[in-house]
């Protein structure tokens, strides 16, 4: 996480903080909305850190978050584009200019109200839910925008829509107590995995190792695939 600091930066004149993106040895002033997950991971990540970095850490993750935000709120339809430039003096710009519906500001905004309790990220995912539902929704589902400064429908729901935006937006406005973070940790396509504790009693025998089976042996195909059960 200390290592993502030399990658950051903050616009001219209205500071908003980005993440360069680095190639090789060089760097672009440009931050695409699939990096909006690093809010999230920032804040998650700080309470492994003593006092003094967890703060930064934090304080990061919220000015990121704040940016990934004004992605939204930079355009006429408030959807995000696919990626944005930064110049000196005219802070932000879209590049691609198509949104497919995304997961990551949302989920960041998930993790950043459940650790701070703050409800001012609630209020940023009821103003993007409320721009998919004016800008994407139709009849049959929800598509992407060809372009999010005119507002033109593609004709495709990306399966992620279900699996990972909407199931942030549900949690981002459930009792922390649903999918608790003290019994569940989300992998990157946001299936819950139950946290489990290995207990080592000592030896094979007790705790998960000692419940492990003996490893199969495999045989050649005229013997059979597997060994004696």
């Not at 991971?41 to 704040?66: C, I, N």
């Not at 000592?202 to 705790?207: F, K």
Request: a neutral charge; aromatic letters at 14%; proline letters at 4%.
């Amino acid at each position: 996480m200390k290592g993502l600091r030399s990658l950051i930066r903050k616009t001219t004149p209205s500071a908003f903080t980005y993440i360069c993106e680095k190639n090789g040895g060089s760097l672009t002033e440009k931050m695409d909305e699939l990096a909006c997950f690093a809010p999230g991971m920032l804040a998650l990540g700080s309470f492994g850190y003593g006092p003094g970095d967890r703060e930064q850490f934090l304080s990061l993750a919220e000015e990121l978050a704040w940016t990934c935000y004004n992605f939204y709120q930079s355009t006429p339809t408030k959807l995000a584009g696919e990626n944005y430039f930064f110049h000196a003096g005219q802070d932000m710009s879209v590049g691609t200019s198509w949104n497919i519906l995304r997961p990551e500001t949302v989920e960041s905004l998930f993790y950043l109200w459940r650790l701070t309790g703050n409800k001012t990220y609630q209020e940023w995912g009821w103003n993007i839910f409320q721009a998919f539902e004016k800008n994407s929704r139709t009849d049959s589902g929800y598509v992407g925008l060809k372009d999010v400064n005119t507002g033109v429908k593609d004709n495709m729901m990306q399966s992620f829509f279900l699996a990972e935006t909407l199931k942030y937006l549900y949690l981002l406005f459930s009792p922390s107590s649903v999918i608790s973070f003290d019994e569940w940790v989300f992998n990157t396509e946001a299936h819950p995995l139950k946290i489990v504790t290995r207990h080592d009693e000592g030896g094979n025998s007790g705790g998960l190792v000692g419940q492990l089976k003996p490893p199969i042996r495999f045989r050649s195909r005229k013997e059979g695939r597997l060994g004696d059960d």
